[in-house]
């Protein structure tokens, strides 16, 4: 079940041009719940995640007609696995391709240059609260005092992970995550 994100919150939180709708489509292929939450509540872009990853195609995104990750890979000349093939591109985390499968709502993530995938998110939902609580955490760890050796960055790190894992503990299920990777980041004092 999906978390409820209110809309007006993600758009106080990251502008309305900084947040990317997915318009239903009549005979649509995507999970209920999925597809509803991209048409009303959408996407966030902010510096770690992007659901434009073309932006010399001024279209609007839409799910049913974006490249399956099997197009996205053969674009690339790689092989994509044939359990995703069919599965569609959410969009861009650092430096990961982030797919959904339309037919449960999951969200992976296929680190630059791989061919093999991680369970990011339970759901949307869950990936638009982790970036919620990351941009909240960015704005509060710059107020942080920097003197201390990064003991207050790796603070405020522990606590934007335990905000993240009490909605999903997906994010930080495996070492090879790209949450994992950039809170690792985080708390070395590679932010801000």
Same mark, same amino acid.
Not at 19 to 39: D, I, K, N, Q
Not at 54 to 61: G, K, R, Y
Not at 92 to 101: C, H, K, N, R, S
């Given at each position: 079940?999906?978390?409820?994100?209110?809309?007006?919150?993600?758009?106080?939180?990251?502008? &309305?041009?900084?947040?990317?709708?997915?318009?239903?489509?009549?005979? #649509?292929?995507?999970?209920?719940?999925?597809?509803?939450? &991209?048409?009303?509540?959408?996407?966030?872009?902010?510096?770690?995640?992007?659901?434009?990853?073309?932006?010399?195609?001024?279209?609007?995104?839409?799910?049913?007609?974006?490249?399956?990750?099997? @197009?996205?890979?053969?674009?690339?000349? @790689?092989?994509?696995?044939?359990?995703?093939? #069919?599965?569609?591109?959410?969009?861009?985390?650092?430096?990961?391709?982030?797919?959904?499968?339309?037919?449960? #709502?999951?969200?992976?993530?296929?680190?630059?240059?791989?061919?093999?995938?991680?369970?990011?998110?339970?759901?949307?939902?869950?990936?638009?609260?982790?970036?919620?609580?990351?941009?909240?955490?960015?704005?509060?760890?710059?107020?942080?005092?920097?003197?201390?050796?990064? @003991?207050?960055?790796?603070? @405020?790190?522990?606590?934007?992970?335990?905000?993240?894992?009490?909605?999903?503990?997906?994010?930080?299920?495996?070492?090879?995550?790209?949450?994992?990777? &950039?809170?690792?980041?985080?708390?070395? #004092?590679?932010?801000?």
């Amino acid at each position: 079940m999906l978390t409820h994100i209110p809309a007006s919150t993600v758009i106080e939180t990251f502008g &309305l041009t900084a947040v990317t709708y997915f318009p239903r489509t009549a005979g #649509g292929h995507l999970h209920e719940p999925t597809a509803r939450f &991209l048409s009303c509540v959408g996407l966030p872009e902010n510096s770690f995640y992007s659901p434009r990853l073309d932006l010399e195609n001024q279209a609007s995104p839409r799910l049913s007609n974006s490249p399956t990750l099997k @197009a996205h890979f053969e674009a690339d000349g @790689a092989e994509c696995p044939p359990e995703a093939e #069919g599965w569609e591109v959410l969009g861009g985390f650092i430096y990961a391709t982030v797919a959904l499968d339309p037919r449960d #709502g999951k969200i992976y993530a296929f680190p630059e240059g791989e061919e093999f995938y991680v369970p990011m998110h339970a759901d949307v939902s869950s990936l638009v609260h982790s970036l919620l609580v990351l941009e909240q955490g960015k704005a509060d760890y710059k107020n942080l005092p920097h003197d201390d050796e990064g @003991a207050a960055g790796a603070e @405020a790190a522990e606590r934007m992970k335990q905000r993240i894992t009490e909605v999903d503990p997906t994010p930080f299920a495996s070492a090879d995550s790209e949450w994992e990777k &950039l809170f690792e980041e985080i708390s070395f #004092g590679m932010w801000g």
